[in-house]
């Protein structure tokens, strides 16, 4: 049975999860709008992640015998003055987003909940690979500058395909 401060907090990050959605989404229209489908296309794929990350701890909520409690979803921003601003803001919530798995497995490893600590540890690892991708195009779009750099990356970042978790190698 899952402790009820770490459903609070579990249920927490599930709403946590499907915000990043949101906002991931939301970054997709506003680079769908300034004509970057490539980049619209990564962000797309992005929030389909995140839908993922929260299912995996509404899944866990009720494994461990716990209830799921949804609660309402904060409005994303819905534009950004550059691709650069937007990305910088991604990395920005990712960031957060690990700040938020590190209270979640200090809790755990508090409350003697190794089950959920080994569930968590997935979102750790995760979470060096979400810093480090936002982090390198936002490295990308500074070199890339305006004009073609920029059409390049575009194509590149359009080839980003997401995989459903029952598709993904373990
Ligand atoms: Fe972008 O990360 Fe979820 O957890």
């Not at 009820?4 to 579990?10: L, Y």
């Not at 797309?44 to 494994?63: D, G, L, P, S, W």
């Not at 690979?129 to 004009?147: C, N, P, V």
Request: glycine share 6%; with cysteine; proline share 2%.
């Amino acid at each position: 049975m899952i402790n009820e401060k770490i459903q609070g907090a579990f249920n927490e990050q599930l709403n946590a999860e499907l915000y990043s959605a949101y906002l991931y989404l939301s970054m997709s229209a506003y680079f769908e709008s300034a004509g970057l489908r490539g980049f619209a296309n990564w962000m797309r794929c992005q929030a389909q992640e995140e839908v993922v990350h929260a299912m995996k701890f509404y899944t866990f909520i009720h494994e461990r015998g716990g209830k799921v409690n949804l609660k309402s979803i904060d409005g994303p921003p819905v534009s950004w003055d550059s691709a650069l601003a937007a990305f910088q803001d991604a990395y920005a919530h990712e960031q957060k987003i690990s700040e938020l798995m590190n209270g979640l497995v200090d809790l755990a490893l508090e409350r003697k909940d190794h089950m959920a600590n080994a569930f968590l540890q997935w979102f750790v690892n995760e979470q060096v690979e979400e810093e480090a991708s936002a982090d390198e195009i936002i490295q990308r779009i500074k070199l890339a500058g305006e004009g073609g750099g920029m059409f390049m990356l575009d194509r590149e970042l359009a080839t980003r395909v997401f995989i459903p978790p029952a598709q993904q190698a373990v």
